[in-house]
């Protein structure tokens, strides 16, 4: 069973929606699926970008991922321009897909109604088919993520399904693969919008290589409600739930057992002992990104390992798929 996912070098760090969302499977899956996983620098470029910037982040988002236990002995961690194939599969499956489609895609019209239409490029239409390619290259059966990539999902299921039906079967048809409990972490100033780099107007995000006493004052002075119990009741209390829910992915105590441990006590117990869990475990994170990030030559080896290994899997796909159309 293969396992594809990918995430963007756009910001300087990662944020803890990331990692609990998503990269925190991406390590798990690699015990059991034979694992792909990129940093997709050919995305980042939909939106204005400073070459200089890219580069150092995509080093960055690399650096992190492998701090994080993406372990290259298990999975290929490649940087996608790398590997020709997705931009070349992506050409394909823009042709099999529906201009109205594509202009469904509620993160599209999020993202150009920002910019202006005018100004959004065509490649911040056509990402979520380059996304599809990522994913179909390798045969995935199944793809990582949070709750906000399942719309994009569905469009890549829907592309594997048409070009099977279309030319034979050729791709895999992908999973999500959607961890409930952890599928959206809430922006910690504003707990009805998504923790996120991009919509973080509300500031409320906690940045994996920022100081960690900046993330323990962020977590120390998250909104909650005007009660005192801690109990997990994401309608009623959306703020503490979001706490809890973070607390509990961090150290793998169920929520009942969190709730019974801050019975009689108040959210500031919760949330100082939340940012001490916080700074224990980012703390030797930021210590492993370090050593990663000091090794140019290292991480440039371990790059092109896994950019080789991919093309091996991405180039069977892509000379299947090119049979298939009549090239
Ligand atoms: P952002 O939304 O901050 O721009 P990305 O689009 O690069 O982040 O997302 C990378 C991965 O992290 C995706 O799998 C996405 O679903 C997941 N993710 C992003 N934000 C969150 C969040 N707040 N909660 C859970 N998962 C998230
Ligand atoms: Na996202």
């Known amino acids: 069973m293969r396992v594809l996912s990918g995430i963007q070098p756009t910001a300087d760090s990662f944020h803890l929606g990331n990692y ?9 899956l690699q015990e059991t699926h034979e694992t792909f996983y990129c940093v997709v620098d050919l ?3 939909t939106v204005e970008q400073d070459p200089k910037v890219l580069r150092e982040r995509t080093r960055r988002s690399a650096a992190q991922l492998l701090a994080i236990g993406v372990d290259p002995a298990h999975s290929a961690l490649f940087v996608q321009s790398h590997v020709p194939e997705h931009a070349q599969l992506s050409w394909v499956l823009e ?13 599209f019209k999020d993202k150009a109604s920002k910019q202006g239409t005018d100004r959004a490029s065509v490649g911040l239409f056509t990402y979520p088919v380059l ?10 059966n199944a ?5 906000d990539q399942r719309q994009h999902l569905e469009l890549s299921r829907n592309l594997a399904q048409r070009f099977n039906n279309r030319f034979g079967a050729t791709f895999t048809v992908p999973e999500p693969h959607i961890v409930k409990d952890t599928a959206k972490i809430y922006d910690l100033q504003d707990p009805s919008a998504k923790m996120s780099k991009s919509a973080s107007a509300a500031g409320g995000i906690v940045e994996l290589l920022e100081d960690p006493k900046r993330s323990a004052k962020k ?10 119990e801690v109990i997990y009741d994401p309608e009623g209390k959306p703020g503490v739930a979001n706490l ?4 509990s992915a961090l150290t793998e105590r169920g929520i009942a057992e969190l ?3 801050y019975e009689g006590k108040g959210y500031g117990d919760l949330k100082k002992d939340l940012g001490e869990v916080l700074v224990d475990w980012v703390t030797p994170f930021q210590e492993r990104v370090r050593s990663y990030l000091d090794d140019r030559a290292e991480l440039d080896k371990v790059l092109a390992a896994g950019a080789e290994r991919a093309r091996e899997v991405a180039s069977r796909t892509l000379a299947k798929v090119y049979r298939r159309v009549g090239f």
């Open 259 to 261: 709730e019974a441990a």
């Open 244 to 247: 809890l829910t973070i607390y």
């Open 143 to 147: 793809v990582p993520v949070g709750e």
């Open 131 to 140: 996304q599809a390619a990522d994913i179909l290259l390798y045969q995935a």
């Open 20 to 28: 609990l969302g998503a990269l925190r499977q991406w390590v798990r």
């Open 43 to 45: 995305h980042a470029i």
């Open 219 to 228: 977590i120390r002075s998250a909104v909650t409600d005007a009660g005192r």
């Open 95 to 107: 042709c099999q897909t529906g201009f109205g489609e594509a202009g469904r895609m509620t993160q």
